[in-house]
Every structure is written in structure tokens, then in C-alpha cells.
């Protein structure tokens, strides 16, 4: 079966760095758009980035932009994002998520099919 496993997740002071890594199995992970979501206490599960099967194209959502970089390796059936500049706003559960993509991406949490378990990311002032 397919499965999702998060790693990397920590507690970091504000303006610090976190590399978040996912590892993907029972799938043909190239045919995968994988994305990066977050979900802190009380509050709904939000996008954070997307990255197509083949790695070309990378979306982010404002508040990471330039500070969280979304990468792949489809030969090791990961997906990363390195995380810096980090701020107590980005203090969630971080989940990996996949769905199978001819091209593109995709930013909402309905359409992805399969998601790991999370990993917490907390940041301290």
C-alpha cells in the first residue's frame, strides 16, 4: 500500500533552519505531484507548496515564499523542504501529500489522495 513518512520535524528558535524529508513507497513516484501542508492547533489544514512529477514547477504559498524551498528526488522517492528563517507562524504539523499528475500542480487539500502522518515543527521566540 501506499505510504507517506514525514521526518525531520523539531523544535527550532525563531530564525533557524528545519529540512523536512518525505519517503514515499508503494507508488511510481514519478508520476506523483507531491505538496507540503501544515496544520497548527485549532486551525484547518492549509497548503504551504507543491512540486510537479518531474520537479520543474514549484508553488509556494505567500507567507514561505523565499524563506521554504520544495525539492525531489525521484530516484530516492523523496520530497524535501527546507525550511529557514523560520517564525513562531510556522509552528504546525507539517504533512507530505501526493496525487497522481500528468502535469501541474495542485494547492487544494481535496485533491490529494494520499498523506503521511505529520511531523511537528515548533518555533520559539
Known amino acids: 500500500q501506499v505510504q507517506l513518512v514525514e521526518s525531520g520535524g523539531g523544535l527550532v528558535q525563531a530564525g533557524g533552519s528545519l529540512r523536512l524529508s518525505c519517503a514515499a513507497s508503494?507508488?511510481?513516484?514519478?508520476?506523483?505531484?507531491m505538496g507540503w501542508f501544515r496544520q497548527a492547533p485549532g486551525k484547518e489544514r492549509q497548503f504551504v507548496a507543491a512540486i510537479s512529477r518531474g520537479g520543474g514547477s514549484t508553488y509556494y504559498t505567500d507567507s514561505v515564499k523565499g524563506r521554504f524551498t520544495i525539492s525531489r528526488d525521484n530516484a530516492k522517492n523523496t520530497v524535501s523542504l527546507q525550511m529557514s528563517s523560520l517564525e513562531p507562524g510556522d509552528t504546525a504539523v507539517y504533512f507530505c501529500?501526493?496525487?497522481?499528475?500528468?502535469?501541474?500542480?495542485?494547492?487544494?487539500?481535496?485533491?490529494?489522495?494520499?498523506w503521511g502522518q505529520g511531523t511537528q515543527v515548533t518555533v520559539s521566540s
Open positions: 501529500a501526493a496525487v497522481p499528475l500528468l502535469s501541474g500542480l495542485v494547492m487544494s487539500v481535496d485533491q490529494y489522495d494520499y
Open positions: 508503494g507508488l511510481t513516484f514519478s508520476t506523483y505531484s
